[in-house]
């Protein structure tokens, strides 16, 4: 485990089911980061995604300029930018614009692109996706900690002279997270560059047959070991997960409230639209149960998402965020009474903030019975005294 407050969150693709009203999907999105910002979580990454139909936000950065207005404290990621779509010089100046426009509130994480469909619009080659993440987020580094101009000749976009004409309003500059999932691509860029991880995939949805690390603890490792050949050093409190979480007073209540809403998100988008294996062979309403026994959701209380997270400490060796993949399998109460839950009795175990109460509690607990005879002799020694003076 970290020695740091665990920062705790959401990962905001967003998943909204076929068949909704997607302008008020999109308002309930951002209505939950201000219920969030309410709740003391810490932060929220915002995807980007082109196709699918399900996830809506095309534009992280337009998305957290809106919501940073309507939220005081929370900070905002993009999770993530797609940099094979982008410019880089593009990709720095709108990130440097949000960081003063939200007075240091803005992380940028970024990926290859998660979506093919998304990149056969554009006409980008999958196999080169990852190359380009790395070259981009290479000039995107320059041009946020240099001042030299940089002219740099792709195939894919080209520089001439180019310089950032506003720095950042963080210093050096805003954090930066790479996407991490099945491939070893994202925590060797990690470790090259000195950045936070996002591991995506890793526990939200199982593609295990496609996975590069048998273990959390194998996946870290490259990392470190990038990050000793770079002269860098990567951190695990900048290491954040991000699972499926669903919870209610009970186990069972949780289970009924998210049945459906898990069968739509895993059967309809993940296997029938995106192409991952099918990770349940039977009826999409047993989905949920193969999940939970699993270990891949936790769908239950707060105790069995404590269980959860101390159990991920263990096979990860440390990390420093949870995030809890925002879906919606329930109701909007039951959805917004899972995150308040999380806030309530969740957090506080792994943020240091419970002990000194219990320490204080104890402490009063066991002079009660010496203190309240104190208050009792001081209260009669009160009363004694204005009889006297009646005398």
Do not use: C
């Not at 894919?156 to 991490?180: E, G, Q």
């Amino acid at each position: 485990m970290t020695n740091q407050r665990m920062k705790f969150g959401t990962f905001l693709a967003p998943f909204h089911r076929l068949g909704e009203n997607p302008t008020v999907g999109l308002e309930r999105d951002l209505e939950l980061l201000e219920h969030l910002d309410r709740l003391d979580f810490d932060e929220a990454w915002i995807g980007e995604h082109h196709s699918g139909g399900w996830e809506t936000i095309s534009s992280p950065e337009l998305f957290i300029a809106n919501a940073a207005a309507r939220t005081k404290y929370i900070k905002l990621g993009t999770g993530v930018i797609s940099l094979p779509y982008h410019n880089p010089l593009m990709v720095a100046n709108r990130m440097i614009l949000l960081d003063h426009l939200t007075r240091g509130r803005v992380m940028m994480g970024v990926g290859p692109g998660a979506l093919a469909t998304d990149a056969h619009m554009l006409g980008i080659d999958p196999l080169t996706q990852r190359e380009r993440m790395d070259e981009s987020l290479g000039i995107i580094m320059r041009l946020l900690t240099e001042t030299t101009p940089i002219t740099h000749k792709s195939d894919w976009f080209s520089l001439n002279d180019a310089a950032v004409h506003l720095k950042p309003y963080t210093r050096p500059h805003f954090p930066i997270s790479v996407a991490a999932a099945q491939s070893p691509s994202g925590m060797v860029l990690a470790g090259k560059h000195g950045a936070g991880v996002l591991s995506l995939g890793l526990k939200s949805y199982t593609v295990s047959n496609e996975s590069y690390s048998n273990t959390l603890k194998d996946f870290w490792e490259i990392a470190e070991n990038t990050a000793k050949q770079h002269d860098k050093e990567v951190r695990r409190e900048n290491w954040r997960i991000v699972i499926v979480v669903h919870l209610a007073s009970s186990r069972e209540k949780a289970m009924e409230q998210a049945r459906m809403g898990a069968a739509y998100y895993q059967r309809d988008y993940f296997e029938n639209t995106m192409g991952f294996d099918s990770v349940y062979d039977g009826p999409p309403e047993k989905i949920i149960d193969a999940m939970v026994e699993k270990g891949t959701w936790v769908i239950g209380t707060p105790d069995d998402l404590i269980d959860a997270i101390k159990q991920l400490n263990i096979e990860t060796g440390g990390f420093g965020g949870l995030l809890v993949q925002a879906t919606e399998f329930a109701t909007r109460d039951e959805i917004l009474n899972s995150y308040e839950l999380i806030s309530r009795y969740v957090a506080p175990e792994f943020q240091d903030s419970l002990p000194s109460l219990t320490r204080s509690q104890k402490w009063s607990a066991d002079l009660r019975h010496e203190l309240m005879e104190k208050r009792r002799q001081s209260v009669k020694k009160a009363g004694d005294k204005y009889d006297q003076s009646k005398k």
